[in-house]
T-cell receptor
Framework: GQNIDQPTEMTATEGAIVQINCTYQ??????LFWYQQHAGEAPTFLSY??LDGLEEKGRFSSFLSRSKGYSYLLLKELQMKDSASYLC??????????WGAGTKLIIKP | GAVVSQHPSWVICKSGTSVKIECRSL??????MFWYRQFPKQSLMLMAT?????????EQGVEKDKFLINHASLTLSTLTVTSAHPEDSSFYIC?????????????FGEGSRLTVL
């Protein structure tokens, strides 16, 4: 079966760095997405990785290792507004998005 | 980036009535649109995949007659919750695939919060 695993909840301190991991087992792979979702709002796109390596975009970076079926989202210089759920999603061989359950990130002052 | 507009943002209706939610891609043609339902503190649950000009593909456990999906044009898909009941109260979100180079990236609407009294 297809499976996306990510931690349910994480807590970090304002100004710190946090890494949210995502492991996947899917039928084929055509890319991995990270989305941010604040409570009561629709998800917003953060990153897309299809090749191995690290993609940096401001305070957010996303890493992919296809051989390990593994990705992480790295958030630096955490701000209170970063408190949200972070969703990992994989595009499978049929170009269908398989969603993880999301990681709720709590930022403490 | 590409924009997807969803309407209405909030809707309150009486039990037994039907509610229609629209999802529009404003600056690109969306051949495929997705409808999700989200309960509080839970992740997105895919309800159905809508392809322009054809019948929607529903996920297991989603009632086709309850949640009517129409994708009549490349820029508009609608979800109609028929004979709504309080248990249908939820946050409904649409997304569309497209916007130029098809990387598979989805563009989400703002979501519609349905409350059935």
């Amino acid at each position: 079966g297809q499976n996306i695993d990510q931690p349910t909840e994480m807590t970090a301190t304002e100004g710190a760095i946090v890494q949210i991991n995502c492991t996947y087992q899917t039928s084929g792979f055509n890319g991995l997405f990270w989305y941010q979702q604040h409570a009561g709002e629709a998800p917003t796109f953060l990153s897309y990785n299809v090749l191995d390596g690290l993609e940096e975009k401001g305070r957010f970076s996303s890493f992919l290792s296809r051989s390990k079926g593994y990705s992480y989202l790295l958030l630096k210089e955490l701000q209170m507004k970063d408190s949200a759920s972070y969703l990992c999603a994989v595009l499978d061989s049929n170009y269908q998005l398989i969603w993880g359950a999301g990681t709720k990130l709590i930022i403490k002052p | 980036g590409a924009v997807v507009s969803q309407h209405p943002s909030w809707v309150i209706c009486k039990s037994g009535t039907s509610v229609k939610i629209e999802c529009r891609s404003l600056d690109f043609q969306a051949t495929t649109m997705f409808w999700y339902r989200q309960f509080p503190k839970q992740s997105l649950m895919l309800m159905a995949t809508s392809n322009e000009g054809s019948k929607a593909t529903y996920e297991q456990g989603v009632e086709k007659d309850k949640f009517l999906i129409n994708h009549a044009s490349l820029t508009l898909s609608t979800l109609t919750v028929t004979s709504a009941h309080p248990e249908d109260s939820s946050f409904y979100i649409c997304s569309a695939k497209g916007g130029g180079e098809d990387t598979g990236e989805l563009f989400f609407g703002e979501g519609s919060r349905l409350t059935v009294l």
